[in-house]
Structures are given as structure tokens and as C-alpha cells.
């Protein structure tokens, strides 16, 4: 059984219990912004996540709520990938999320033998924030490395705060630090203390090209003209052209090499 039990609350995957599966989508849906469901590697790939071989790799933090009922409270996913250059953490993708779960899939699908895990998402539910469950998943993350004798675990981060920061661009935001010393962005500091390195920036990390009258639907914006519009929750702009009818969004991770090695920083 690939699990682990504390303080009442089980790690499982997905092919233990595929009954669950459904809970990943419910989860993320409260926190993803609506229009990371429309970037075409989303659409095409994601639900391959859950497939026979892949499925292994994909969790859930199980446990039980005030009535005593089961309930899934948090998530993780993620998917083993060939690195041609693991040891070169410079040739990570600039395509970033996108480029290791297409590949990643296409990798599987073709029975290429993978030698890194790339973590993809972790969500919590509200209701547990402030707990212990995203280190403990990304501590399984590693461990689940480890059991397949992969070589490498990396993560493209999606910072959490940045969209509240839009004047400021992505290279200066992540290179903010805390008195401490520690990354000033909450997401990215706790994979910091959990041992991960900050590698690089992936600029074009996911990509979204939609109709305008999409990108309204999505961000509850009008586009009277061309040009660059923040939208609530995006880390970068999103381009209107209104010429042809399009809004491109073309979203930066900061990529994070996490240590396979037991210990945190």
C-alpha cells in the first residue's frame, strides 16, 4: 500500500481508490483560476493523469469530518517525465508545466522509460489551511520518486501572491525575500524550507489563447481595445486583440529542484 497515516489523515492514491478521482477536479475548481481550464495542454493531457500506469502518482489526504464521514481534504499530481540533462538544471523547458505534462504523457503512452517526477499542483482545502498536508504530500512526492528510482524531483511553482502584485514584474517578485532571508512569496518559501532550490524561470509555463468573448466569461472583463489587461488571479497579462478577436495569456513558473535526500534545509 503506497500511504502513510498521521494524525488521522491517510495519503492514498488514485489507483488505490479511482472511486476518489473525481475529488481532484472538485478541489482544484475552488481554487484555479477559471481560465487555467482553457490552456490546450489542460484539455488535451490532464485526465491522462488518471490512466492505468499514471494514476500511481496522483494522491489524496483521506480522512473523516466532524459528522465522521469520509472526506477528501487535500490533493496532489504529478508525472514522471524523461530529462534528457537531469544533472543540468538550466535545460528544464522554458514551456515549463505545460512542456513536462505533454511530454511527460506522450513519454508514457510510448513506453519511454522515465528518470525524473515533476510535481504538477497541490490544493488543500480551505478548510485545512494552515496545516501540515501540502509538505506532507510534497514530502510523498518525494518519497514517491524515491520507490521508482527516479533521479530528480522538480516543480514549476506558480507563485501564490503574485497576481496581487501586477505592476511588478516576474524576475523582480521572485527575487523578494523575507527579513529572513527566506522567499518573500508563501508558496514558493514553503517548498524553500522543505529543501527545493529555486532553478529558473519558465516564462511561457502555461498558455491560454481563447475568443475574447471567452476571456469575458472567464475574468468578467470587457476588451474595447487592444492592448494588456490584468486579470484577478493572473501573473501576467493577459493581450486582447481585438483585430482578430483573441486574448492570449501566457503565464511564468519559477522551477524548483527539490533534494531526494531525507531533510529539509
Not at 15 to 39: M, S, T, Y
Not at 232 to 249: I, K, M, N, R
Amino acid at each position: 500500500m503506497m500511504e502513510e497515516t498521521c494524525n488521522e489523515i491517510t495519503l492514498i492514491s488514485a489507483e488505490e481508490r479511482p472511486d476518489l478521482i473525481p475529488a481532484f477536479d472538485e478541489l482544484g475548481a475552488a481554487v484555479w483560476p477559471k481560465f487555467i481550464g482553457g490552456d490546450e495542454v489542460v484539455v488535451k493531457y490532464w485526465n491522462s493523469l488518471f490512466s492505468d500506469g499514471l494514476r500511481r502518482h496522483q494522491f489524496l489526504a483521506l480522512g473523516r469530518d466532524n459528522s465522521g464521514n469520509e472526506r477528501v481534504f487535500a490533493t496532489s499530481n504529478s508525472i514522471p517525465f524523461f530529462w534528457p540533462k537531469h544533472d543540468d538544471d538550466a535545460s528544464l523547458p522554458d514551456a515549463g508545466w505545460d512542456a513536462v505534462l505533454a511530454g511527460g504523457v506522450e513519454a508514457f503512452a510510448s513506453g519511454r522509460k522515465p528518470n525524473a517526477l515533476c510535481a504538477l499542483a497541490i490544493v488543500v482545502s480551505p478548510a485545512m489551511r494552515g496545516s501540515d498536508l501540502a509538505g506532507r504530500l510534497i514530502g510523498n512526492m518525494k518519497a514517491d520518486a524515491r520507490r521508482h528510482g527516479l533521479q530528480a524531483l522538480v516543480a514549476p511553482v506558480r507563485p501564490t501572491k503574485k497576481a496581487a502584485y501586477p505592476l511588478t514584474s516576474f524576475a523582480d517578485y521572485i527575487a523578494w525575500t523575507a527579513p529572513s532571508g527566506a522567499p518573500f512569496d508563501p508558496w514558493v518559501r514553503k517548498h524553500w524550507q522543505l529543501g527545493a532550490s529555486l532553478v529558473k524561470i519558465a516564462p511561457r509555463s502555461m498558455r491560454v489563447e481563447a475568443p475574447l468573448s471567452q476571456w469575458s466569461e472567464w475574468s468578467g472583463l470587457r476588451f474595447p481595445m487592444s492592448g494588456p489587461y490584468h486579470m484577478e488571479g493572473g501573473l501576467a497579462p493577459l493581450t486582447a486583440d481585438c483585430e482578430s478577436g483573441l486574448g492570449l495569456y501566457e503565464e511564468p513558473n519559477i522551477w524548483m529542484r527539490h533534494r531526494l535526500e531525507d531533510g529539509g534545509r
